[in-house]
């Protein structure tokens, strides 16, 4: 299934490379770069991957897959950053359609991930990249916000300002 997600998202425009599992890497799994509208490269990777036979965590019909992206945001969150990143993310994930941005606290980094079900029927190609396309926009709409804010260059009350202005 992994070959057939990697070829869809070629297909669609995306930058996507099927990395298989070895002794460095405990599975397979879908790496992808990430351009934002604003041509902002973020150098980490979004990994597709599949539950391993046996190791299921949610009861999954045979006829579908789960789905799991992950993205970390590549800058570290300040110490003295911390209190209006984790701020700015709790008021994010309120608003936003798929809302699953947390913070890392061994690696102190911003991380977006969600799991979803996808069944191999007809019209798995189109939610497959209908699910990516959101999540890539998702990414593009706050990123910024959460970069300017985690590294100190923009305050909670200046990105509000300019939000509502």
Not at 89 to 101: A, D, M, Y
Not at 140 to 164: D, H, N, R
């Amino acid at each position: 299934m992994l070959e057939k997600l990697t070829n869809w998202l070629m297909e669609a425009g995306y930058d996507a490379i099927l990395q298989k599992k070895s002794p460095q890497l405990p599975m397979d799994f879908i790496q992808m770069n990430l351009i934002t509208e604003d041509e902002s490269v973020y150098p980490s990777i979004v990994t597709l991957y599949n539950t391993e036979p046996g190791r299921e965590l949610f009861a999954v019909p045979e006829n579908a897959v789960l789905v799991h992206v992950v993205y970390q945001m590549p800058q570290e969150v300040t110490t003295e950053n911390y209190q209006n990143t984790t701020r700015l993310i709790n008021l994010i994930n309120r608003s936003c359609p798929f809302p699953c941005f947390g913070y890392d606290e061994v690696d102190k980094k911003i991380y977006y991930r969600t799991v979803f079900p996808l069944g191999y029927t007809e019209e798995a190609k189109e939610e497959f990249l209908a699910a990516i396309d959101m999540i890539v926009e998702v990414l593009g709409v706050y990123g910024t916000g959460l970069e300017l804010v985690s590294t100190g260059k923009a305050t909670l009350e200046e990105l509000f300002q300019t939000a509502t202005s």
